[in-house]
């Protein structure tokens, strides 16, 4: 799915930046991929333009009919707004929604420019979350911030980045009910503090946590792509699933619940249902030791730094403990000798035989449901709107004809 980033970079006087095309305004627009980092991507938009701005809000997502695409309003706190071409700054209230090019536009600025301020429901969701979550650093001991990166910017889920001193640290706040993810992330790091960034403050404030953590030295696997770490990867998240204890992780995925929610989704969409090849998969895995397991194992989630690695933002669920190697193995695109060797290693640090087959195909189709199931609770908590026809389509067709990995 492409995002399309339509950004309202505002300063302190409500100037905006538009541009004018005849007698209609428009904001900048910038296309990127469905795993990008929207809030990076616009950063770099500013860069580019030699403007100095924080990214302080992803909001109001909206699907497109086909379910192909999805339009966000991309909020930027900016210190001295000044014209760029062939874009000028002009007064968000004088800005009418009726002489707006694209209605997304003028639907979202309608939806965000009242009462005098830029804000949207969540915790997060407004332009002053920065300067309460540097607020909030400061509290906690650490001086001398600058810096601040957005990585993430929904008013429900934030991700800040700074410097304190010559350390990097990294705050993270996330509304109350996605809270358990953040805490289970927290306890795998007091189990195995090698493999985790430290934890530096943890608290709950308002309807929202927030987590205080130090950053991990190294480069991100995603960017070295070395498969002899990648290797090395399979085989230390097999010694940490075992080393985390199970009550450290509340959450619990069941796969009785993903296979009925597949069926619910070809169901729904006329495709035919699932294999019963894919219906004996999920019956042998659901046999397999579980376990401590991380559900988004990508490379960019993992950081490797000579011979030590560390994790963040797994999102971790008890089930069957081999889901995490085939999701690393499938957001590496690993095939052939790699894939066999990822395997082994895995087995070498669980002492298991693993029926890969069946592993990969209910791995698959977990995602699909999960990935499902997070635009279904995105749209209920207002963050994401519009049809969503096409998004169900999609993600049915890919339960329909699932890809092997081999």
């Not at 690393?328 to 002492?351: H, I, K, W």
Request: contains cysteine; hydrophobic residues 45%.
């Amino acid at each position: 799915m492409q995002q399309f980033l339509h950004l309202l970079i505002v300063d302190r006087r409500r100037a905006a930046l538009i541009q004018t095309v005849g007698r209609r305004w428009m904001l900048p627009i910038v296309a990127c991929t469905e795993r990008a980092r929207a809030p990076i991507v616009a950063s770099r938009w500013l860069i580019d333009r030699g403007l100095t701005g924080i990214v302080a809000g992803q909001w109001l997502g909206r699907m497109t009919t086909n379910g192909h695409s999805i339009d966000w309003l991309m909020a930027i706190a900016i210190d001295a707004l000044r014209d760029s071409p062939p874009c000028r700054a002009a007064s968000i209230d004088g800005i009418e929604a009726a002489k707006a090019v694209l209605d997304y536009q003028a639907w979202a600025v309608a939806q965000v420019a009242t009462r005098g301020e830029l804000h949207v429901s969540g915790p997060f969701g407004s332009l002053d979350w920065i300067d309460e979550a540097c607020s909030w650093i400061e509290g906690t001991g650490l001086e001398r911030l600058r810096s601040p990166t957005c990585f993430r910017a929904s008013a429900n889920h934030v991700v800040l980045g700074l410097r304190s001193g010559s350390a990097e640290v990294y705050f993270k706040g996330v509304a109350s009910d996605r809270a358990p993810d953040l805490h289970a992330t927290a306890a795998a790091a007091q189990a195995c503090p090698r493999s985790f960034p430290r934890t530096l403050a943890l608290e709950e404030i308002s309807g929202s946590t927030r987590w205080l953590l130090e950053s991990c030295p190294g480069v991100p696997l995603a960017r070295c792509r070395d498969n002899d770490d990648a290797v090395r990867v399979a085989s230390d998240i097999g010694r940490v699933q075992r080393s985390v204890d199970l009550d450290s992780c509340p959450s619990f995925l069941n796969l009785s619940d993903i296979l009925e929610g597949a069926d619910g989704l070809l169901d729904r969409t006329g495709l035919p249902a699932l294999s019963s090849a894919a219906r004996s998969a999920f019956d042998e895995v659901m046999s397999l030791s579980k376990g401590w397991t991380p559900l988004d194992l990508d490379p960019s989630n993992v950081f490797v730094d000579e011979r030590q690695i560390r994790y963040i933002d797994l999102e971790p669920r008890i089930t069957a403990m081999p889901m995490a190697l085939s999701t690393f193995a499938r957001r590496l695109v690993a095939t052939g000798g790699l894939l066999q060797a990822l395997r082994r290693a895995y087995e070498s640090a669980s002492g298991e035989r693993i029926p890969w087959q069946s592993v990969d195909l209910v791995s698959e189709i977990t995602e699909v449901v999960t990935g499902w199931r997070k635009v279904l609770l995105n749209v209920e908590c207002g963050e994401v709107s519009g049809p969503l026809d096409g998004v169900e389509r999609a993600a049915a067709k890919r339960l329909a004809s699932p890809k092997p990995l081999v």
